[in-house]
């Protein structure tokens, strides 16, 4: 738990430090794309981490302590060079929506996970999913009326804003599910340990680093529709090229599917991140940044938990059963892909853009939310901005 707070923090921090270093539309995109990229590295350098602890001597705790010196150049880092930047004055603290929101993600997720085992028409698991779909609409209606809600209900009014948070969850949910159908794979079904299982999946941050940069730079010049058009295509081919998947399938068919991960989820990264904080007043910035950042754990839950229950649902008594019980779980990504290609071009359309200038009251101080192109800046703003930070 304390892992999770840490960890949630500082992504959140990271983007909102991205929203107020980089105010220009253009260099934020940029600044995104590199960092979409850096995502899709760590990602992937984890399980290679963690497979060398558990597979050496140290044990699989050193995943644990690993945490630590990361933890503690990541707080000197912030210390020496991350600029300030705050509000003007802090939000209420609203411990009656997270209660609420803490009941829907957790009966649902519980629901989920075990109602495989428990059965879906069990009393228990229908009052799970009756108290998630009880606490979501009690949520709304509280939080609708306050005046410094957790969640900003009028945000969601935004077509690109609703549909950007949609396709994180989605994203997200591919990448946990892929993660899990993966590992089950390779090491239950394959007897791959789990260093080469990690090592496996190197394609997937070396496309991460090589695309993220320069899906910044198209994000910047051509708006987010693009970017996720080729995100929606790549996960949807994930899906489809692993839904056949048997203990026999060539590597380098695997390596393919990995590299389309790292091509769908360093495309989608960047304009999902910029869609969230962009058009919205810069003393709200951090907030929508909370919510893009909740939305995408939410969906690694989700993915997870969905990904586990499309496996247990098959009786394995053999490996070759495992592997064949990993292709419901590959074609639910595929059904992710085409999703997030549905959403990616719906959000993007000049209706689209309409309903996010309509969003907010015209009272706020909103950047244009120009949904369809991103002007660079001007050539005399280069020099002032501060590119340092």
């Not at 939410?298 to 059963?321: C, N």
Request: proline residues 7%; positive net charge; aromatic residues 8%.
């Amino acid at each position: 738990m304390l892992q999770a707070l840490g960890g949630t923090m500082l992504n959140l921090v990271a983007m909102a430090i991205i929203a107020n270093v980089y105010p220009d539309r253009a260099e934020r995109a940029k600044a995104i794309g590199i960092w979409g990229g850096v995502t899709g590295l760590s990602l992937a350098l984890g399980p290679v981490v963690g497979g060398a602890f558990v597979g050496s001597s140290l044990g699989w705790r050193w995943i644990f302590v690993i945490n630590f010196p990361i933890g503690l150049v990541a707080a000197l880092i912030a210390r020496r060079i991350v600029p300030e930047s705050k509000a003007d004055r802090p939000r209420r603290f609203d411990p009656t929506g997270q209660i609420l929101v803490v009941a829907v993600l957790a009966t649902l997720t519980y629901g989920i996970i075990e109602g495989p085992h428990l059965g879906w028409a069990s009393p228990v698991i229908i009052a799970a999913f009756a108290v998630a779909a009880v606490a979501l609409v009690c949520f709304v209606g509280y939080e609708s009326r306050r005046t410094e809600p957790l969640l900003e209900p009028r945000f969601f009014r935004s077509v690109p804003f609703s549909g950007a948070n949609v396709i994180a969850v989605l994203a997200f949910a591919t990448l946990g599910s892929f993660l899990y159908l993966n590992s089950t794979y390779l090491q239950e079904a394959r007897h791959y340990s789990p260093l080469d299982t990690g090592l496996l999946v190197l394609p997937l941050a070396i496309v991460s680093v090589i695309w993220g940069p320069r899906n910044g730079r198209m994000l910047a010049k051509f708006g987010p529709r693009r970017s996720l058009i080729i995100g929606g295509l790549a996960v949807t081919a994930v899906g489809v090229l692993l839904s056949s998947v048997t203990t026999t399938t060539p590597i380098w068919w695997l390596l393919i599917a990995y590299a389309a991960l790292g091509l769908g989820n360093s495309s989608i990264s960047g304009p999902i991140t910029h869609t969230a904080v962009a058009g919205m007043p810069p003393s709200q910035a951090s907030v929508a940044a909370g919510v893009s950042a909740t939305t995408r754990q939410v969906g690694a839950t989700i993915g997870v938990a969905v990904a586990g229950v499309t496996i247990a649902a098959i009786p394995v008594t053999h490996v070759h059963q495992l592997a064949a019980a990993t292709h419901t779980g590959w074609w639910l990504i595929a059904a992710y892909g085409l999703t997030i290609l549905a959403l990616g071009i719906i959000s993007t359309t000049k209706w689209a853009k309409a309903t996010a200038e309509k969003a907010l009251p015209s009272g706020d101080p909103i950047e244009p939310a120009n949904i369809d192109r991103i002007a660079p800046p001007p050539a005399d703003s280069q020099t002032a901005h501060p590119r340092s930070a």
